[in-house]
């Protein structure tokens, strides 16, 4: 297998197609393959699920490609300040899913709960997220509250409930 290639385009050719699940690096806006964005927007591939840290901003990283609206889903822990990512949500488009750790844990063994009924740290998406992973379960977020659709192997209904800051159901 050829190791280089002349240009990111080049390195993607006959790799990306539609509907193609991404994991894309980086942390944030550093470290991320802006090259290889820049080359799956040129592509045109469309119906994307891509998996980030971050969504980006209006015009970097992964905002370019939700400006061409190449994203269908969206995996991440972090929504951030992305006004285009916003007007789509509001639009019913892209889908948001949070990936998690359920509680944080404290350098002294107690945890605080994540999951509250109201944010009390600067809110980075209001309304936006529609499903939650974390390292306990699966929850749809619905109309009447979060929804438990999968436990992690050993985690009880309760121990979840006790670990979560609303009524699950």
Do not use: W
């Amino acid at each position: 297998m050829k190791k280089l290639f002349p240009s990111a385009a080049a390195a993607l050719e006959g790799v990306v197609r539609d509907g193609q699940l991404l994991a894309v690096g980086g942390f944030g806006l550093c470290g991320i393959p802006e090259a290889l964005i820049d080359a799956v927007r040129d592509s045109g591939v469309k119906n994307l699920t891509v998996i980030s840290n971050n969504a980006g901003i209006d015009d970097f990283g992964l905002g370019k490609l939700l400006r061409t609206r190449q994203v269908k889903r969206m995996i991440s822990s972090y929504v951030g300040e992305n006004k285009e990512f916003e007007r789509q949500y509001l639009a019913g488009v892209p889908r948001v899913i949070v990936l998690m750790e359920h509680v944080a844990k404290k350098k002294d063994g107690t945890e605080d709960l994540k999951i509250l009924p109201k944010c009390t740290l600067p809110l980075t998406g209001v309304g936006v997220v529609d499903r939650i992973i974390t390292d306990l379960a699966v929850m749809d977020v619905t109309p009447q509250g979060l929804k438990v659709i999968e436990l992690a192997p050993g985690v009880s209904m309760e121990t979840l409930q006790a670990k979560t800051g609303v009524k699950l159901h």
